[in-house]
């Protein structure tokens, strides 16, 4: 049974309507720096001005998200398989250790984004699909799977491009999935020419958050859709101009693990979206529908078996998994939001 949300956890917003926190060109300001890895901006005549420094760190940071995946991936596949994201599940679910509930509510993640997005198996529409932050294939293989539709997956990380080609080559999919290495925020692809772009949490690791969702506009077909799902802060109270410190330090800290730059919330996307003139524009709350997630990877990584892979995996590895309480407690106390957000690009 499908989980139904409630009407709050829903927003819908007509292309018109707009109810930003913050304006879109200082979304990079409206924290401070997690690492030294995060860009410094500063605003000019409405546009994000990058200096020579923040190029630097933007650099730094490419480099450790590379290399973060290239020693963590194959961990992540052994344990819990090609899906590297989290799984869905109905609110208050319990989901024991035993269960083989935790890869079908990778699945599921995908198949509720889509249904979320109005994308559904009778859609003929869907020919060709950009993966952006592809992991090791899983998303891609199944989508191309599920529509009969051409995929390319992008990563950072030269390891996963080369297991999900040879995933989809194991799969008898490579006449439909391909995969290789390159920046979301300057993607390798013409304009206008995939029906859907996927990003299934990648836009946590992007450093310049304007500048991805322009590039995930320019790739996409005239009445294509796009669907983003991503880590993100909860939306500021009207008057605030920032999260509290204690906040702050909770995602700073989470940062410094998982290298990723500042995070931003979701109606930080609905107004980009917005100041770009997408249609249809929609998002959710499913911190609820996840919550299982992260205890559950933590269980897992406390077997023999996750145990003997985490210490051989290396030191990123084992950093990752001692983060992983954080995460719980960054959900636990609202700062932490798991948004997805969708929109369809004008005809």
């Not at 994201?85 to 890869?103: A, E, I, N, T, W």
Request: proline share 5%.
């Amino acid at each position: 049974m499908k989980a139904t949300l409630a009407p709050s956890s829903l927003i819908s917003l007509p292309r018109h309507k707009v109810s930003s926190l913050r304006s879109p060109s200082l979304l990079l300001q409206s924290q401070r720096p997690s690492s030294g890895l995060m860009t410094t901006t500063t605003a000019s005549r409405g546009s994000v001005a990058v200096t020579a420094a923040a190029t630097s760190s933007v650099e730094a940071l490419r480099e450790g998200i590379a290399e973060f995946y290239n020693e963590t991936s194959g961990l992540w596949e052994e344990i819990w398989g090609d899906h590297m994201h989290h799984g869905f599940y109905d609110p208050d679910s319990s989901v024991q250790l035993s269960d083989s509930g935790h890869r079908e509510a990778q699945i599921r993640m995908i198949e509720e984004s889509l249904r979320f997005a109005g994308v559904t198996e009778e859609e003929k529409k869907i020919k060709r699909v950009v993966d952006v932050g592809c992991g090791i294939g899983g998303s891609s293989r199944y989508i191309a799977s599920k529509f009969g539709a051409e995929c390319i997956g992008i990563t950072l990380s030269p390891v996963q491009a080369k297991r999900a080609n040879d995933l989809a080559a194991a799969q008898s999919l490579s006449h439909k999935v391909s995969f290789q290495v390159a920046d979301a925020l300057e993607q390798p692809f013409e304009d206008g020419i995939f029906d859907l772009v996927w990003s299934m949490e990648s836009g946590e690791h992007m450093p310049d958050k304007a500048k991805f969702v322009k590039e995930l506009v320019r790739v996409a077909a005239p009445g294509g859709r796009i669907i983003i799902v991503t880590w993100c802060h909860r939306n500021l109270s009207p008057g605030e101009e920032a999260l509290q410190p204690w906040e702050q330090n909770l995602l700073d800290r989470i940062c410094k693990t998982f290298y990723l730059p500042a995070w931003c919330s979701t109606s930080d996307y609905v107004d980009l979206l917005q100041s770009l003139s997408l249609q249809d524009i929609k998002c959710a709350d499913w911190s609820e529908n996840v919550a299982p997630f992260w205890p559950a990877v933590i269980r897992t990584a406390l077997t023999w078996k996750g145990l003997v892979s985490l210490l051989r995996s290396g030191m990123k590895s084992i950093k990752g998994a001692l983060t992983m309480p954080l995460m719980i407690e960054g959900y636990k106390k609202g700062v932490i939001k798991f948004g997805i957000i969708t929109c369809q690009k004008p005809l």
